[in-house]
């Protein structure tokens, strides 16, 4: 996104949903909670972002949705 890519609100193909899973269990088992991946044409690139997933302002912008507030209300439940 930093280099000008556009982004839009769209859902996840059952096979970005499957990629995701996949590596969601991986990173809960290095206690991981908060990651971002990159998908491109329903594939992973290889990008995981543990330390800076930087789309989550992006995120509220074009869905309204907080993912900050509901992530850290999960992590304290």
């Not at 290095?30 to 995981?48: A, C, R, V, Y």
């Amino acid at each position: 996104m930093s280099k000008g890519a556009k982004v839009i609100n769209t859902k996840l193909t059952k096979v970005e949903k499957q990629i995701s899973n996949l590596i969601a269990k991986d990173l809960k088992k290095e206690n991981i909670f908060f990651s971002g991946i990159d998908l491109i044409d329903q594939k992973h690139n290889g990008d995981i972002n543990v330390t800076s997933p930087t789309g989550i302002k992006t995120y509220y912008d074009i869905s309204g949705k907080n993912l900050a507030k509901t992530f850290w209300k999960e992590l304290k439940a």
